[in-house]
Each structure stands twice: as C-alpha cells, then as structure tokens.
C-alpha cells in the first residue's frame, strides 16, 4: 500500500515503522523542521516538511497516488479537517484521524449511529473520516478487557462472548509444565489449549513440538474460556475473585473506565467480576488528588465511593485502606506515577494492579515491579490503525512481546490461493502458527487440526511473526 502519514510524533513514527517494516510505502509529513531532520535518517522512507492540512502541499507529496491517509497531528482540528479535504477530491483513498477531544468521538460516533441510513450507500461518512481514533477510548477498552478476565496478565479474547483466550501466564517454580516438552504436555493434562508463543531471557519464539518450558517463561496460551482457570493453575498461578476494586485516577481515561465499570453495572462485565448479588458501589472506588475531578466523579457516579487524596501517601493509604483491595487501576496521565504507585500497593499487599503506561518499552519494567497487566497507551493506537490499514480482510490486529509477533484476524476471500487447502499443506514453522477457525456460516470457533481444510467464509486468528509478515500477502488475503 501506497500510505501518507500527517504528523511525526511517537505514534507517527512508531506507524511508520510497522508500515515499512511491512514493506509499504509511506510517506511522513510534519512542518517541524527539526522533528523531519531527526526522523529522517531513521526512517526508510519520504520525510517531507508540509503542512498537513494544505491540499496543495499534500498533492506536490502525491496524496493522488495515496491508497490511505493517517492523520496524527497534535491538533484534533487539523486532522480532521485535512480528512475532510482530501475526502472532497479523493474519497477513494481511505482517512483515518485520530482525535484526542471525547467530544468529537461521541458527537461523531452518535451522529453517525442516529443518521446510520442517510450515510449509507453512496454517502460519505462524516467528515469523510472513515476511522476515528480515540486513544483514551482504546486504552479505556483494554484495562476494562483486562478486568474481565481477572487481571491475571494480558488477554486477547474472540468471540461475542470471549468463548476463547490468549492469556500470558509465567510458569512458576512448582508448576507441572516445569521442564515439559510441547510434544509431552498432553500427559500432563486433558484441557485442549495451544501453546502460541514463549517469551524467555533470550528473547521470544514461536514453539515447536521440542520446545521446553521451564520457571520464568511467560507463555502465550490459547484456550476455551471455561478452561483458563485450569490452565492458570497448571501454571501456578493462583486464582482469586476480584471482590473490591480501586481506579486510581478520574481523568478522562479513568471516566471512561468508570463508564464502562458502573453505567453498565448489569452487564456480563460486571457480574463476572461482583458476581450477581452485589452493589457496584460497595466494592469499586475512585481516588483522584484532584478536587474538581473528584467532584465531577461523585456527581457522574452517585453510587460509588470517590476519595480525593494522594495514591502515594501512606496515611491516605491506611486510612482508605487502599492495601485491601484486590485490584488496583492506575490510570492517571502520569505513566510513570501509574507504575510507581502500582509497584508500592503490591509491596503492601494488594493482590493485582494494572497500569496504564506510555509504550510497550515499559512492559518490561512494570513485570519487573511485580505489575499484572501494563497498557500501553501509544501502542493501542497503532493497533488500532493497522487494524484498519491491512485490506477489508483483516478485522484486527493485535501487537504482543514488545512487537515480535502480532495476532491477526482476518477472513479468507474466495480469490485466496489456500482455498481448499489443509492447514498441513500451508505450514511454514517459525513464521505464523494458526491458532482458530470460525468457518463460513458458524458461530463459533474451534482450535484447528492439521487436516482442517479451508474455505471461502473462513475466518482465521493466527499470530504471525513480525519479520515474516508476507504469509497474507501470499495467500492473497
């Protein structure tokens, strides 16, 4: 693909990154002259100093042979409105902005829902904008994700009722998969799972049948919901209910979170984690040191507990008893207080935390703090738009360890060349392992065999190896 970027920020240049190493061709623009000169050794590809929102400036870059346009400027104003110029001489060429004020999102989203028929068939969307990105939302959406299945690790679900899961789980000392070799695991258990990826001091790989697992790895498992529980144990990991819950933070991620947690208090959320019996209110708390947020939350959540105090302060601590909790959510916009104040709660004894971070650098740190589940705020917007950037096949996109591999989801069209084949016949170790298949017409998934055969209407999860991505490109997904 043929793809123009606006804006050579983090999240510009981290995209770019993705996209050349992917092999396409990209075009960067910012009118920063010293943000161009430090990119442009680093990139292999165009950087042009522009501005973004100038026709003109993007026609002399080649927006006319462009097959997308990303839009990442600091200035939500900006994006959209150079989408929407491109859009009224271009509408062929896909838009996606991303635009950090919530009212936009909500007013646009809610607009677009309410006049769903005015803007379908031949109507441009709004703003010609074809995807817009929030990364409060995005972020927001992977905490609550990580709260709904336990806050174990970091889970990627599929299914309209997560029937399956990829969950990371380290092997503790003790564990019956200590020194088990891939081929020899089902003499350990009955459970169906696949084992997707290790992650070692040396680095991660995708396993083969002599693969042994040893205390320390973290291990990528694909499982049936029903079976997680059993495999975490296996593991070593020791289950609780998360009975009380803290969000530290009532900033416009932590609101969104709230939002999610509360408002939708009857969903299956909710009772997967209070159980059915329960008040919301009793047992989730929101800590902010800010006054006016604080009252903003206690007038937008009249239910729950909100204390205004300092995370960090250990009187505050006792007197809230913050150390009781089961679960802590540091999702302030201080990343780095986030990691600080989660690694202090362990050591007091809280039982779980998530932690909201900048990049997916961090994740590292954080497990070394002792920190569950780490969300990189960056990094969910990049999944986001690649998602969108890889064809009207590929549904999602799912970066993992530090960005070796990535989870894709992707439906198989009648003009793919694997049509008719068995997964047997397409294996290529060390590339991509697939992992699911919802074939055409069904409902639900199932882990495939090697004589799984293929059909049009198929939808795939696989995980593919971040050097090797041209597996779609062969098979003409």
């Known amino acids: 693909m043929n793809i123009m970027i606006i804006g050579a920020g983090f999240t510009g240049v981290q995209l770019a990154k993705q996209l050349i190493n992917e092999k396409n061709q990209v075009v960067l623009?910012?009118?920063?002259?010293?943000?161009?000169?430090?990119?442009?050794?680093?990139?292999?590809?165009?950087?042009?100093?522009?501005?973004?929102?100038?026709?003109?400036?993007?026609?002399?870059?080649?927006?006319?042979?462009?097959?997308?346009?990303?839009?990442?400027?600091?200035?939500?104003?900006?994006?959209?409105?150079?989408?929407?110029?491109?859009?009224?001489?271009?509408?062929?060429?896909?838009?996606?902005?991303?635009?950090?004020?919530y009212a936009y999102y909500v007013n646009t989203s809610s607009a677009a829902l309410h006049h769903a028929e005015t803007f379908a068939g031949n109507h441009r969307p709004l703003y010609g904008i074809d995807f817009m990105i929030h990364p409060d939302v995005e972020a927001a959406s992977a905490i609550v994700k990580a709260v709904e299945h336990g806050a174990v690790s970091d889970v990627v679900a599929f299914g309209k009722n997560d029937e399956f899961e990829i969950t990371a789980i380290q092997i503790e000392e003790g564990s019956k998969l200590d020194g088990i070799a891939l081929k020899n695991i089902r003499n350990v258990t009955d459970c169906k799972f696949i084992v997707v990826y290790v992650e070692t001091e040396n680095g991660s790989s995708l396993p083969a049948g002599d693969t042994v697992l040893k205390k320390g790895n973290r291990v990528g498992i694909l499982t049936s919901n029903e079976n997680v529980k059993t495999i975490l144990e296996l593991c070593g990991t020791r289950i609780d209910d998360l009975k009380k819950i803290a969000l530290i933070g009532a900033g416009r991620i932590g609101t969104i979170t709230a939002d999610y947690i509360v408002e939708k208090s009857r969903s299956s959320i909710i009772k997967r984690i209070f159980g059915n019996t329960r008040k919301v209110g009793q047992d989730f708390v929101i800590v902010d040191s800010d006054k006016s947020l604080c009252k903003a939350a206690s007038e937008r959540y009249p239910g729950a507990k909100v204390f205004c105090g300092d995370a960090t302060d250990e009187s505050f601590i006792r007197e809230e008893k913050l150390d009781k909790f089961n679960l802590v959510i540091s999702a302030t916009h201080n990343h780095e207080m986030n990691m600080v104040i989660c690694?202090?709660?362990?050591?007091?004894?809280?039982?779980?935390?998530?932690?909201?971070?900048?990049?997916?650098?961090?994740?590292?740190?954080?497990?070394?703090?002792?920190?569950?589940?780490?969300?990189?705020?960056?990094?969910?917007?990049?999944?986001?738009?690649?998602?969108?950037?890889?064809g009207k096949s590929v549904t999602s996109v799912h970066t993992i360890c530090n960005g070796a591999f990535e989870i894709v989801e992707c439906d198989l069209l009648?003009?793919?060349?694997?049509?008719?084949?068995?997964?047997?016949?397409?294996?290529?170790?060390?590339?991509?392992?697939?992992?699911?298949?919802?074939?055409?017409?069904?409902?639900?998934?199932?882990?495939?065999?090697?004589?799984?055969?293929?059909?049009?209407?198929?939808?795939?999860?696989?995980?593919?190896?971040?050097?090797?991505?041209?597996?779609?490109?062969?098979?003409?997904v």
């Open 414 to 476: 009648s003009s793919s060349k694997i049509i008719g084949k068995t997964l047997k016949d397409i294996a290529s170790p060390g590339e991509y392992l697939m992992l699911l298949v919802k074939k055409a017409g069904s409902e639900n998934y199932e882990i495939p065999a090697g004589n799984t055969a293929l059909s049009a209407g198929d939808h795939l999860v696989l995980i593919v190896n971040a050097e090797q991505k041209k597996v779609l490109e062969r098979w003409n």
């Open 343 to 390: 690694a202090y709660l362990k050591s007091l004894g809280v039982e779980k935390t998530i932690c909201l971070v900048s990049n997916s650098s961090l994740i590292d740190i954080t497990r070394k703090l002792g920190v569950e589940v780490a969300v990189p705020l960056r990094d969910t917007v990049v999944d986001s738009i690649m998602s969108h950037l890889r």
């Open 29 to 101: 623009i910012d009118n920063d002259e010293d943000t161009v000169s430090h990119i442009t050794n680093r990139l292999d590809c165009a950087v042009k100093i522009a501005d973004g929102n100038n026709l003109e400036n993007l026609e002399e870059n080649g927006i006319a042979k462009m097959d997308a346009l990303v839009t990442l400027t600091e200035n939500d104003e900006v994006n959209m409105i150079t989408c929407s110029l491109v859009d009224a001489v271009y509408p062929d060429i896909l838009k996606i902005a991303r635009v950090r004020n």
